[in-house]
DNA sequence: CGGATTTGACCGCT
DNA sequence: AGCGGTCAAATCCG
């Protein structure tokens, strides 16, 4: 919340400067910090709105209920352990984004590096192209719900990778979108073919602050593993459906399931550190919110 | 050697 | 027609 006052503060004292310099501006130059200050306001309400689903799902989480919140339209809310480390680790310590550049910078070289790669573009052009003759096998677009999380990227380490949200995915894709600056990756679950998983997933980067993925979740886990490799234990798929699961299922509350055995239990992974939940005070799930897909795409 | 990733092609949908 | 999601061969990597 204070990080919202600082962001709203700082709005504040961008309009002042404007005010105070106004006559001597270029178009230009009004353009600028209109732009600026527009984004700074923009962005503290989004903040806003995460303050506001968070103490409802607080309120949730007291009373032991799941931890979802429904929102407008039926969208569904949850909090996810890992993210909330993730949200630590971005805003445990300074709020603003300087001196980040580096960072950024070297963002930019891994996500453009792609295309260095060298390939054997000789033998793609051949292969793969229209010279099949079987052809392939597409599902319809599935009509099921999404969740979308703002999720925040880690500030140590690797930060091109998309923050581990305690399951196994596997990229099967990644695609340039129209008017985002930043590909979108494409996750399957690594356990799709073990298990009929069906759940997916979708990261980018927002636009306009390439430290925040915008992770959005379609289907929901029937493979119940966590983080690494299955082993005798955890791989047990306990959902009675879960062979029968197609995607022509939308969400369900698989998702919530999983997170509460994890919440409760602890991870089944190895690499999964759950100490960091519920550190002494201000619990760090301030970052996840869901929206309605359709609507308030900010990337644009 | 097998699983994961990369990446151009393919295809459904609007 | 073009965008976005998926496929799958090639490639990478442990």
């Not at 305690?166 to 930043?182: A, C």
């Not at 009675?240 to 602890?266: N, Q, R």
């Amino acid at each position: 919340m204070e990080e919202v006052m600082s962001i709203i503060f700082h709005g504040l004292k961008l309009v002042d400067e404007l005010k105070s310099s106004l006559p001597e501006k270029s178009p230009e130059a009004l353009s600028t910090s209109l732009d600026e200050i527009t984004k700074t306001f923009a962005d503290a309400k989004e903040r806003l709105k995460i303050v506001l689903v968070i103490r409802n799902s607080e309120t949730a989480m007291n009373q032991l209920k799941p931890v979802i919140v429904a929102c407008s339209d039926q969208m569904l809310m949850q909090i996810e352990p890992g993210l909330m480390q993730d949200y630590w680790l971005r805003y445990g310590g300074s709020t603003s984004s300087q001196g980040t550049e580096a960072m950024t910078q070297r963002q930019l070289m891994a996500v453009e590096g792609d295309g260095g790669r060298n390939l054997t573009a000789t033998e793609r052009s051949g292969g793969s192209g229209s010279g099949s003759s079987t052809p392939r096998q597409r599902r319809r677009k599935n009509e099921g719900e999404e969740q979308t999380v703002l999720v925040a990227a880690l500030r140590s380490g690797n930060t091109d990778l998309p923050p581990d949200d305690n399951h196994t995915w596997r990229k099967y894709g990644q695609k340039e979108i129209l008017g985002s600056r930043y590909p979108r990756a494409y996750y399957r679950c690594t356990h799709q073919k073990l298990y009929n998983c069906p759940a997916k997933k979708q990261v980018q980067r927002l636009n306009d602050d390439p430290f925040t993925f915008r992770v959005t979740y379609r289907g929901s886990h029937t493979c119940h593993i966590y983080s690494t490799a299955p082993t005798a234990s955890a791989a047990v798929p306990t959902a009675p459906t879960a062979t029968t699961v197609t995607t022509s299922h939308p969400v369900d509350y698989g998702t919530f399931f999983d997170m509460a055995d994890a919440m409760m239990f602890g991870s089944g992974g190895t690499g999964a550190n759950m100490d960091f939940m519920f550190p002494s005070n201000d619990p760090p799930h301030h970052h996840h919110y869901y929206r309605r897909p359709e609507e308030g795409d900010g990337d644009k």
